[in-house]
C-alpha cells in the first residue's frame, strides 16, 4: 500500500511539473551543452572554446527545421544557476546583496519565447562587446528597486564575491 501511494503521489507530481508554467517555451527546444574538457589550460582556451560555439551555432542555424539558437552559459531549469554579489548605488562595499545570474546570446530571450515585461532585450553587437546591460527578472526588479521603474537603474558586481557554489 505504501509503495502503491508513493507511485500514485510521484506520478501526479510528475505531471504537474510537466504541466508547470516556467515563462519560458519548452517544447521542441533542444539543449547541448558544449565546452573544453576541465583542467585544460586556460591560455587560448577561451577563445577555443568561442570559435567552438560560434561554428556550432552557424551549423545548427544552417539545418532546415532549426527556428533560433542561442547560447547560455548556464541551462535554464538545470538547477545549476548561479549567484552573483551585485551592490545598489547606496549599498556597502561589505555586505553585496545576491542575485541569480546568467550569461546568455542575444536570442536567447527568442529562442526560449521568454516575454520582456519592459525594456528590450540584449543587441548581437552588446554581447560582442562585453556590454554593462542586464535583462532582469520583474522579482528581482521588485526586490532591489520596489515601486520604481527599474529601466536605467544601475548596480556593480561585487569584486571577489563567494556565491553558493563556493566559487569566485
Known amino acids: 500500500l505504501s509503495l502503491l501511494i508513493a507511485a500514485g503521489l510521484l506520478a501526479f507530481n510528475l505531471q504537474r511539473i510537466r504541466q508547470a508554467d516556467t515563462g519560458m517555451n519548452t517544447k521542441n527546444v533542444f539543449s547541448v551543452a558544449v565546452g573544453l574538457r576541465k583542467g585544460a589550460s586556460q591560455s ?66 527568442q529562442t526560449l519565447s521568454i516575454s520582456i515585461l519592459r525594456g528590450r532585450t540584449f543587441t548581437a553587437q552588446e554581447v560582442a562587446s562585453n556590454a554593462p546591460v542586464v535583462v532582469v527578472s520583474h522579482a528581482t526588479a521588485e526586490r532591489f528597486w520596489p515601486g520604481v521603474n527599474p529601466i536605467g537603474q544601475h548596480f556593480r558586481i561585487a569584486v571577489g564575491y563567494e556565491n553558493s557554489d563556493g566559487k569566485s
Not at 587560448?44 to 533560433?68: F, M
Not at 552559459?73 to 553585496?96: A, E, H, K, V, Y
Request: aromatic share 6%; charged share 30%.
Open 44 to 109: 587560448g582556451d577561451a577563445s577555443r572554446e568561442s570559435r567552438l560555439r560560434r561554428d556550432l551555432g552557424e551549423r545548427l542555424r544552417a539545418l532546415p527545421d532549426v527556428v533560433s539558437v542561442s547560447e547560455a552559459f548556464r541551462q535554464p531549469l538545470s538547477g545549476q544557476m548561479g549567484n552573483s554579489g551585485i551592490l545598489l548605488p547606496n549599498d556597502n562595499d561589505n555586505q553585496p546583496r545576491e542575485a541569480r545570474s546568467n550569461f546568455v546570446s542575444a536570442d536567447y530571450f
